[in-house]
């Protein structure tokens, strides 16, 4: 069973900076893709960032110019999310994922909180 930690949320005032961590229980290399996904009071979870094995990253267009997705140079299990320029509407709790052929696995998220 895989096996996600997130870390690294908080609070921030718009404008601010952060960044996630996401430890898997294995290697990047086993699955075909990491990313993370949001979801707001009230609202779907949403995509946020993409990031393939290969290194192919992906954004939908509400976090473009504002977010990226890595991967750690070091840890072989180690996926970033930097968030900058942050806005009161990307509050919510962020999640990261693991897709396999057999299915997408989940982190239990932290939350991330921007105030105005």
């Known amino acids: 069973q895989v096996q996600l930690v997130e870390s690294g949320g908080g609070s921030v005032r718009a404008g601010g900076s952060l960044r996630l961590s996401c430890t898997a229980s294995e290697s990047i290399a086993s699955f075909n893709d990491m990313g993370w996904y949001r979801q707001a009071p009230g609202l779907q979870r949403e995509l946020v960032a993409l990031i393939n094995n290969a290194g192919g990253t992906s954004y939908p267009d509400y976090v473009k110019g504002r977010f990226t997705i890595s991967m750690s140079s070091n840890a072989q299990n180690t996926v970033y999310l930097q968030m900058n320029s942050l806005k009161p509407e990307d509050t919510a709790i962020y999640y990261c994922?693991?897709?396999?052929?057999?299915?997408?696995?989940w982190g239990r998220g932290t939350q991330v909180t921007v105030s105005s």
């Open positions: 994922t693991a897709i396999k052929v057999e299915g997408m696995y």
